[in-house]
């Protein structure tokens, strides 16, 4: 919706709002309109934003009373001088992967209103006040400097640094929005979107991590060296002056406080700046900053393009390594199987609880990519479909997508391996491992290919989220469950030669399983492919119209 399909965003053009005390509460308004119009699209969206704003709110207070009941802890300070600068951090990088959450974030709405950057910057700051994260801010603020505020000259330095505080997080993320508003409202923008469950998932390990090696290191004491650097850094050093103020620290609580109030003006400075070259300067989509890159996609023949063999094989690998590299989903989908992949095995082996044997998760998760190898072209399927026109085309485009997969996932898994067995120490079961990564690999490669022509389903592209159409969730099911477990089933001698050789302590015989399990891989590999070409070639117009439904 744009903001001129409101009575607001109408009002906003007209002369009288054009002073900076009449356009602050014209964007409030616009802001709670968006709301509003928001909510009314569907009962789904109103449930999920009224469901939002309950655990928000909830887990606002428990954070709020649990900072409140750490007051007098002798490293409070620590704890709170940390939480702002994490609140930074996510203030600063969510606009990046949320930005379609808050219509207002993109400036470029507002480039052919007639209005001054000085009292839009003002405007846009008080409406940016108006929603859920800075509610949840403000409560964790106000915790902050509730559990440091000791005396007179703590609490008048309270009363500074927590609207300064909230102000300098939201300021950041406007700053940030504005400066990327072109990137997020490109293809790379969505790329973003797409994989910001990664950067969330990633980092719930990190903070797993940092909770266990906090325990070990003693507690909250623990805390101190990193507070101390946290402490100086806006708008930390907000927070950081009330402590400084209640400890009698006064010169030292007045530079924290003002470097805060610096970093804030500076934001503005660059928000402002960028704001007003976003309203002035030209994008990048015009037809002279095109003629470039057409020039240069006009030249062939280089690049990983000229290592790839000649023929069908080498097109449908470049295809297959496009999409990767393009396409939102499959990237996502590949980024998150190959930071899992590395962070549980190097997790549990910081924790000290790893083993070289968890290293095998990567060549899972990057063996799951085989599957529904056709739904990844979604509707355009067609076009390579109409170049199948035996049993044979049919198996030289699997094999294609299976060796486009194995540049990949070979070097990571053995990469992986490796440095798994570093952490660990334990190069004795290396080979094993390895080798027994590699049959997991061959295995889930070949049942993906006959789970990719029994078991296609469509893929939806409108939604960064929605990874099956409706009514496809139990072909989903089948096609990657029960592939993985036909993968683990013929995987099984190799798993069985593992664990028999590991428990009669014939470590010596292991190296043995490396060239065993790249073999066995290899021809359980070649016989999916040789399994799934004629089933492919005959199902052509049931698997085409799998992978168009929705």
Not at 16 to 45: C, D, E, W, Y
Not at 82 to 90: H, I, K, S
Not at 122 to 134: M, N
Not at 387 to 405: G, K
């Amino acid at each position: 919706m744009s903001v001129l399909d409101t009575p607001a965003g109408a009002a906003a053009v007209r002369p009288a709002a054009t002073g900076r005390t009449a356009l602050v509460p014209v964007f409030v308004q616009l802001k709670l309109a968006l709301l509003r119009n928001g909510l009314r699209q569907s009962a789904g969206r109103r449930a999920a934003y009224i469901t939002s704003i309950v655990f928000a709110a909830l887990f606002a207070v428990i954070q709020l009373l649990g900072l409140i009941l750490l007051r007098g802890n002798a490293h409070v300070g620590s704890v709170v001088v940390l939480t702002a600068g994490v609140l930074a951090v996510a203030w600063a990088v969510m606009p990046l992967f949320f930005a379609a959450g808050d219509e207002t974030l993109d400036p470029s709405r507002l480039v052919m209103l007639p209005l001054r950057p000085r009292p839009l910057i003002t405007a846009l700051l008080v409406a940016s006040l108006i929603g859920i994260g800075p509610l949840f801010t403000l409560c964790l603020v106000l915790g902050s400097v509730i559990a440091v505020a000791h005396g007179a000259a703590g609490a008048a330095f309270a009363v500074v640094a927590a609207p300064l505080a909230l102000l300098v997080c939201v300021a950041l993320a406007r700053a940030v929005a504005t400066a990327n508003s072109r990137l997020l409202t490109s293809r790379k923008g969505r790329d973003l979107a797409v994989l910001s469950g990664l950067v969330i998932a990633v980092g719930f390990q990190v903070v797993s991590f940092g909770a266990q090696r906090l325990g070990e290191a003693g507690g909250l004491s623990a805390l101190a060296p990193v507070a101390d650097v946290v402490r100086w850094l806006p708008p930390a050093s907000a927070i950081g002056s009330v402590d400084s103020a209640s400890r009698g620290l006064y010169g030292q609580a007045a530079a924290q406080l003002l470097l805060s109030l610096a970093a804030f003006v500076l934001l503005l400075w660059l928000w402002q700046r960028s704001l007003v070259k976003l309203m002035t300067a030209p994008d990048g989509s015009t037809l002279a900053a095109a003629a470039p890159t057409r020039e240069k996609a006009g030249r062939g023949g280089f690049g990983l393009a000229a290592l790839l063999p000649a023929g069908r094989t080498g097109t449908v690998m470049e295809r297959s390594l496009r999409y990767i590299a393009r396409d939102p989903k499959t990237k996502a989908s590949w980024v998150t199987a190959l930071a899992v992949g590395l962070i549980v095995p190097v997790v549990n082996a910081l924790q000290g609880n790893g083993s070289v044997y968890f290293a095998c998760l990567a060549a899972g998760m990057l063996g799951v990519q085989m599957y529904n190898q056709f739904g990844q072209d979604t509707s355009a399927f067609w076009m390579v479909a109409l170049t199948i026109s035996s049993r044979r085309d049919a198996y030289v485009e699997l094999r294609a997508r299976a060796l486009a997969l194995l540049l990949i996932t070979l070097p990571f898994t053995a990469v992986v391996t490796v440095v798994t067995a570093a952490m660990v120490g334990d190069w004795t079961a290396f080979p094993g491992a390895l080798g027994l990564s590699f049959a997991l690999l061959g295995g889930m490669l070949g049942t993906g290919a006959v789970s990719s022509a029994l078991f296609p389903y469509s893929i939806p592209q409108d939604g960064a989220f929605k990874n099956v159409a409706p009514g496809q969730a139990g072909l989903a099911w089948i096609s990657i469950f029960g592939g993985m477990i036909s993968a683990m089933v013929l995987g099984a001698p190799v798993i069985t030669a593992t664990v028999w050789l590991s428990v009669t302590d014939q470590h010596e015989w292991l190296w043995a399983l490396l060239p065993a399990g790249a073999v066995y891989g290899a021809l359980i590999l070649w016989a999916g492919l040789r399994i799934a070409a004629p089933r492919t070639a005959d199902r052509l117009p049931e698997i085409l119209a799998a992978v168009s439904k929705g």
